[in-house]
């Protein structure tokens, strides 16, 4: 039985701003601008695997590819998150690599799934999902191919968007444009589907289930907490604009959900405690910014901290590592859009 609940915002939510001239948090949060070598770089993701850090993201001429000038995937890498560098730079001949994203899959290779698209004129022509793999080492990755969707759900435009494993299974939402138009307005309420997907190889998605979330939903992550449950947090882009935060037991069929009172923009989260989510998205304001937002389980907003940058920004990759929150994001508060590691220790998270 689906059961839907709005969500009041907390009218005590702390707003924080890392890098204000008397902020709280001023000395405590560390940010370092580790990649500005592209045009544009954007939309990033963060994982620690095998004593590294390992940072994905595009590198493109503008936000959106064209002809000779689509986007590409850069992979970084670190032992300390001090000095980078690129090990990997996957591109496709006409395809433009979109939002790459990370995991760790049971056989200890990195993952990285992706968008390949195809425009004309900003519309989109083609969308599907493909997949790249490193070797067991984390030092090279293979040449992105396409992953197959079920055909259940009569594939289209299809954009798997990031990959959680949990228990030897990779869960992804599926976005589905079933139409497209270069004014989203002007698109009917149904026009966008989301699906929870499951894979074993990353290069075959099954269908679970589709969820029941209207006005253009796209952008999801899914995570699970101690008990097996799922939590999908999905953007929308039509209607109020509202993010959504749905959640499951096994396996995974009947969903329930909490409308949220912010938007979501490349919207990412884990569990800072078994009552408590750590969600980074865009902060639709007016100066947007990247947000870490402490919420409750069901997205009841409880603390803000708003990371440096404006304009363009957002897309967080997010891991805990020595008793801190290490954050990959992009911004173009300093000109053209770059990629920035911020570390915010785990005491600044706590809801006192």
Known sequence: MRQYCCIVFLTLCIAVTANAENGKYKD????????????????????????RFYCSFREGASHVGSKGKNGKVRILTSKDGKKWESIALLEVDGVDLRDPKLSVTPEQKIMVIMAGATFNENVIEELYPMVS???????????????????????SKDWI?????????????????????????????GAWLVYLMKTVDGKYFENVSQLDVLDLPNEATVRFDRNDNAYVLVR???????????????????????????????????????????????????????????????????KTIKLPGSGDTSYPGMLMYKN??????????????????????????QVR
Do not use: C
């Open 161 to 189: 968007w990031r990959v959680t494993w949990h228990k030897g299974v990779g869960y992804a939402i599926n976005y589905q444009l079933k139409e497209n138009g270069p004014n989203r307005s002007l698109l009917k309420r």
């Open 28 to 51: 405590s949060i560390q940010i370092s601008k580790i990649w500005d070598k592209g045009e544009h770089n954007a939309f990033t993701d963060l994982i620690r695997v095998n004593s």
């Open 133 to 155: 793999f490193s070797g067991t080492s984390g030092k090279s990755f293979s040449m992105p191919e396409k992953s197959i969707i079920d055909p259940a759900i009569s594939p």
């Open 236 to 302: 929308k882009e039509a209607g109020d604009k509202m993010g959504v935060l749905a959640k499951s037991s096994f396996p995974y069929v009947n969903w329930e959900y909490s409308n949220l009172n912010f938007r979501l923009g490349g919207p990412n989260f884990i569990f800072l405690d078994d009552d408590k989510l750590i969600v980074g998205t865009r902060l639709y304001e007016s100066i947007t910014s990247t947000g870490i937002l402490i919420t409750d389980l069901n997205g009841k907003v409880i």
């Open 324 to 349: 801190k929150l290490w954050i990959s994001y992009y911004s173009s508060h300093e000109g053209k859009t770059s990629i920035y590691l911020a570390q915010i220790p785990l005491n600044d998270l």
